[in-house]
């Protein structure tokens, strides 16, 4: 008897773990479909709201916090970030006026500005040549380069260059699954000796209305 229950409640040990594991998440595969045609089916997307983990890095400081975005594809968005429960950093963009509080540099501004914006809408880009580069797709213009996987279409990389001469780096890791819509769980963006990582932990997509 004993043996029989110890055998039961080793096997109900199994399958409680295998219940807790993470299952694998599968990514479609888009082989064979021209990249042009996905990211025509991506521009009726004109707002998207996430919420993420934030880390801010500049030399040897780390600076790390919460935060929340309301951002539009013309660039207009709203930022809150929160470190500690405490509201940290609140920054509006609107016809590219940009106001926060309390003050940022330049760099910061450009990186939470138009370096969110093209993270998330990584999309976005007019006319632009394409190359095959090792099982990815590097779609460039005059002042943006990005690489797009050939088998997911999800982006690897990005980098944009500003007027002034400066370039903002992007590059995105993990996906997760919201609707039918696929994205990268984790974006990195550089510029300069300033670099901030978001780990996204919810996200919607809102059409043009």
Request: charged share 25%; glycine share 6%.
């Amino acid at each position: 008897m004993l043996k029989i229950l110890s055998k039961l409640f080793f096997l109900s040990i199994i399958f409680f773990i295998l219940s807790c594991a993470t299952r694998r998440v599968e990514v479609p595969v888009y082989e064979g479909v021209d990249v042009r045609d996905f990211l025509a089916l991506k521009n009726n997307i004109y707002t998207i709201e996430a919420v993420f983990s934030i880390t801010y890095e500049k030399d040897d400081t780390e600076i790390r916090g919460e935060g929340m975005v309301n951002i539009s594809r013309n660039g207009n968005l709203n930022l809150r970030i929160y470190s500690f429960g405490f509201l940290a950093l609140e920054l509006t963009s609107e016809n590219g006026i940009i106001k926060s509080t309390p003050m940022i540099d330049r760099n910061k501004g450009t990186i939470l500005t138009s370096g969110l914006r093209d993270c998330f809408f990584w999309w976005d880009i007019q006319d632009f040549g394409i190359e095959e580069q090792n099982g990815a797709y590097l779609l460039k213009n005059s002042l943006k380069k990005i690489w797009v996987d050939s088998k997911t279409m999800l982006p690897l990389k990005q980098t944009v260059s500003l007027e002034d001469g400066r370039e903002v780096t992007i590059s995105y890791e993990g996906t997760e699954k919201i609707g039918d819509i696929w994205y990268p769980s984790k974006i990195r963006i550089e510029l300069q000796r300033h670099a901030v990582t978001l780990r996204i932990k919810d996200i919607s997509f809102a059409p043009v209305v």
